[in-house]
């Protein structure tokens, strides 16, 4: 574990409880997903009618944002899966959590680098800003009390995968929102296809952050179980 990792840690170990109340209120936190991702669906949702059609220009950074969050997932995922693999902090016997964390088949099954959760809402929140700078900043306010710093408290993630996650984030959705040439794609074809053919839009649309509420909790289970029926197969 780095010099960085370690501080961060022991600042919050000296200043954050680990009372049973405490501790169990930022395990529910970071456990429920309707209060991550569904109040990030519902700002979505919210800005988007807020922009209304005569805003096009917003709804097109709206919708660069659901496509760059795509490229986000697939270049944090294939980062984890290409690093070497690094254990969760709560399993690390330095580090004070083996005694408060219960065990958590799942998350020893996948690399705590980098943090996937951080490149997700980062990603979201820095397409809020450009769309609206005020809500932009209370989404990544809320992005790191309710949903970052959870994931270091419980020992899901070190500060480095947390840091690794959110570069990801910001950097893949600022340049794509800052693409011309990808807005103006999205505004000769998703946008006039909006505006078009609204009911299929808005159901699929309806689909996508559905799914950004459930952490895509569905898409993942639909590839395990392919994944599952093909190695059956072979």
């Known amino acids: 574990?780095?010099?960085?990792?370690?501080?961060?840690?022991?600042?919050?170990?000296?200043?954050?409880?680990?009372?049973?109340?405490?501790?169990h209120t930022i395990e529910f936190m970071a456990a429920?997903?309707?209060?991550?991702?569904?109040?990030?669906?519902?700002?979505?949702?919210?800005?988007?009618?807020?922009?209304?059609?005569?805003?096009?220009?917003?709804?097109?950074q709206l919708i660069?944002?659901?496509?760059?969050?795509f490229f986000v997932m697939i270049i944090t995922l294939s980062l984890a899966g290409l690093v070497p693999f690094r254990q969760r902090p709560f399993l690390n016997p330095d580090l004070k959590f083996n005694s408060l964390i219960p065990f958590n088949a799942m998350l020893t099954q996948f690399s705590s680098f980098p943090s996937d959760h951080a490149a997700l809402f980062t990603s979201l929140a820095t397409g809020f800003y450009f769309v609206s700078r005020k809500t932009g900043i209370i989404t990544f306010l809320f992005v790191f009390i309710y949903i970052l710093f959870p994931r270091l408290y419980l020992g899901y993630h070190y500060p480095t995968d947390v840091l690794?996650?959110?570069?990801?984030?910001?950097?893949?959705t600022a340049f794509i929102i800052r693409s011309d040439a990808i807005k103006n794609i999205i505004s000769k074809t998703i946008l006039l296809f909006s505006i078009n053919y609204p009911a299929y839009f808005y159901a699929f649309l309806f689909v996508v952050t559905y799914q950004i509420a459930d952490l895509f909790g569905g898409c993942r289970e639909i590839i395990s179980y392919i994944h599952n029926l093909y190695k059956h197969q072979f």
């Open 1 to 23: 574990m780095n010099s960085f990792d370690r501080l961060v840690f022991d600042y919050v170990f000296r200043w954050f409880s680990r009372s049973y109340y405490f501790f």
């Open 32 to 60: 429920d997903n309707l209060l991550k991702g569904g109040v990030v669906a519902v700002i979505f949702w919210y800005l988007w009618f807020k922009a209304g059609p005569d805003n096009q220009a917003k709804r097109v």
């Open 64 to 69: 660069a944002t659901l496509i760059s969050v």
């Open 164 to 172: 690794a996650g959110t570069v990801i984030g910001v950097s893949v």
